[in-house]
């Protein structure tokens, strides 16, 4: 089975053109884009947190699976490149970009708990990982990505990855399922 998504969001080649020039090399991966947007798909009137813009191709398979309804929050530590992001996705009313770090954002945050929520930065994954869950609703998706070795992995990042999965694994408000898929994924979906 071919599993290369047949269906990309319209901005896409744009966003990786600006993402391109601006050397910005970290973007999702497709088969994770392609499931993100079957994610936002099933939460009609979601409320969904991205913690990672980047360049802005994550929210872009997110706002392609979202209704009229839902809403997206996305949180970026680096202005310059989220710019690339706001250019192109920034018109659509459904979405709010947050420019600043995902960690104190994280803890400064009172509103409601997400649907879904994506964390593809350090703050939110690696750090900062029991407040993202607890922004979580009661039957809502915690998903994160590149759990699989990546170019560019620090030194000793292995063992990280290692502490978070057994941390995830260990939860009882969480059921959690890996997949040695795309990047790399654990998709979590909260019981309590």
Wanted: glycine share 12%; with cysteine; proline share 7%.
């Amino acid at each position: 089975m071919d599993d290369t998504p047949n269906q990309l969001p319209n901005s896409l080649p744009a966003l990786r053109a600006k993402a391109a020039d601006a050397g910005f090399t970290l973007s999702c991966e497709d088969r994770t884009g392609s499931l993100l947007t079957v994610l936002a798909a099933g939460r009609p009137g979601g409320r969904i947190l991205e913690l990672g813009t980047g360049a802005g191709e994550g929210a872009a398979w997110l706002l392609g699976g979202m209704d009229g309804g839902s809403r997206l929050t996305t949180v970026e530590l680096d202005p310059a490149v989220q710019a690339i992001a706001r250019e192109h996705l920034g018109a659509d009313p459904r979405v709010t970009f947050v420019s600043g770090d995902g960690g104190t954002w994280l803890e400064d945050f009172d509103g409601p708990p997400f649907d879904l929520v994506f964390a593809d930065t350090w703050p939110g994954k690696f750090t900062h990982l029991d407040r993202a869950l607890e922004l979580v609703a009661p039957g809502g998706t915690y998903l994160i990505d590149d759990l699989l070795p990546q170019p560019g992995w620090p030194d000793g990042h292995k063992a990280s990855v290692d502490r978070l999965l057994a941390e995830l694994d260990e939860r009882k408000d969480f059921r959690c399922v890996r997949l040695a898929w795309a990047s790399g994924l654990l998709m979590a979906v909260r019981t309590a």
